[in-house]
């Protein structure tokens, strides 16, 4: 049996186009003989979110999202997914939309509940969320530094505007006057540590021989400070301690009036007898000077002899 032309072009555009739509299908993440459940959740932003994105379970590729719009009355999107048939868990287990990898594009993770509600079947509608990623993170973080900054800078103009009226010409030119004086001030004091360098310098023989001398005298006082240490200083003290209370007991005795000198000092009956005394020969001396005569008689012939 001889195959026409026709028939033959015919089978291959169909095995064509049969070749074509599995290719795009799987290109796409689906399969024409997959009996995968179709579920579906809804959010509020989906930005990254493709068609052909994972579905996983703790990491681990379970379905592909099969297609993205919203939903009937255009409130929020409804990402429609595929799961693995053999998946049994509640319908009250979670669809969390987060970010895949650094470089952008988001997936969906199931947040599996085994224990409360039923079965997930084929047709159900999720509870959704929305895991934050870095770049919200950081937005998060920045937004209210970003509202510091701002207002930093709002003071900072403030500042700036307020100075700028404050800052007339009469203040600018005192402002100049007064940096030119710190200048030349900051000058001199360079130029005066230069000369007290070279001074210094100049001198440091005579410095040298300065501290030489300060070290000598610092020598001769740790030998003087020796020597005072070597001095018998206790038996200076122990004779000086004798002395003194041998100077107490002098002093108690003459208290007490023992002996000629503590009688003259505590009797007062010797006392005015040797006074008496004393002006009775001071006026005897006192007489014998003016009267020679009445005590003293001479002659160069002898002594007359008195009429019997």
Same mark, same amino acid.
């Given at each position: 049996m001889k195959i026409s032309r026709e028939l033959k072009t015919g089978v291959l555009i169909l095995t064509c186009i049969t070749i074509f739509i599995f290719g795009f299908n799987y290109l796409k993440g689906t399969s024409l003989l997959d009996n995968s459940k179709i579920i579906s959740a809804l959010y509020t932003d989906v930005e990254g979110l493709v068609i052909g994105a994972n579905v996983t379970i703790n990491g681990m590729n379970v379905g592909k999202v099969k297609n993205i719009d919203f939903n009937e009355n255009y409130e929020k999107i409804m990402v429609t997914f595929s799961l693995r048939n053999d998946l049994t868990f509640s319908n009250q287990s979670k669809a969390q939309l987060y970010e895949a990898g650094l470089i952008g594009g988001k997936a969906i993770a199931i947040i599996p509940i085994y224990e409360n509600g039923n079965v997930i079947k084929n047709g159900d509608v999720l509870p959704s969320d929305i895991k934050p990623g870095l770049t919200?993170?950081?937005?998060?973080?920045?937004?209210?530094?970003?509202?510091?900054? !701002? $207002? @930093?800078?709002?003071?900072?103009?403030?500042?700036?505007?307020?100075?700028?009226?404050?800052? *007339?010409?009469?203040?600018?030119? *005192?402002?100049?006057?007064?940096?030119?004086?710190?200048?030349?001030?900051?000058?001199?004091?360079?130029?005066?540590?230069?000369?007290?360098?070279?001074?210094?310098?100049?001198?440091?023989?005579?410095?040298?021989?300065?501290? /030489?001398?300060?070290?000598?005298?610092? +020598?001769? =006082?740790?030998? =003087?400070? /020796?020597?005072?240490?070597?001095?018998? @200083?206790?038996?200076?003290?122990?004779?000086?301690?004798?002395?003194?209370? /041998?100077?107490?007991?002098?002093?108690?005795?003459?208290?007490?009036?023992? $002996?000629?000198?503590?009688?003259?000092?505590?009797? /007062?009956?010797?006392?005015? +007898? @040797?006074? $008496?005394?004393? !002006?009775?020969?001071?006026?005897?001396?006192?007489? =014998?000077?003016? *009267?020679?005569?009445?005590?003293?008689?001479?002659?160069?012939?002898?002594?007359?002899?008195?009429?019997?």
């Open positions: 919200e993170l950081v937005n998060q973080q920045i937004a209210p530094l970003q509202d510091k900054i !701002e $207002g @930093l800078l709002t003071s900072a103009d403030s500042l700036f505007a307020g100075v700028s009226n404050v800052m *007339n010409y009469e203040t600018q030119n *005192n402002l100049k006057l007064a940096l030119k004086g710190l200048t030349e001030s900051i000058e001199n004091v360079t130029k005066l540590t230069k000369n007290m360098n070279q001074i210094v310098k100049q001198n440091e023989r005579n410095f040298k021989g300065t501290m /030489d001398n300060l070290k000598n005298t610092s +020598k001769n =006082l740790n030998e =003087l400070t /020796d020597s005072l240490n070597q001095m018998p @200083l206790n038996s200076t003290i122990k004779n000086f301690e004798q002395t003194s209370a /041998d100077l107490k007991t002098i002093i108690s005795r003459l208290e007490l009036g023992n $002996g000629t000198v503590g009688k003259l000092l505590n009797e /007062d009956e010797l006392y005015n +007898k @040797l006074l $008496g005394s004393s !002006e009775a020969l001071e006026a005897l001396l006192k007489d =014998l000077k003016d *009267n020679p005569k009445k005590y003293v008689h001479f002659s160069i012939f002898g002594r007359k002899e008195k009429d019997k």
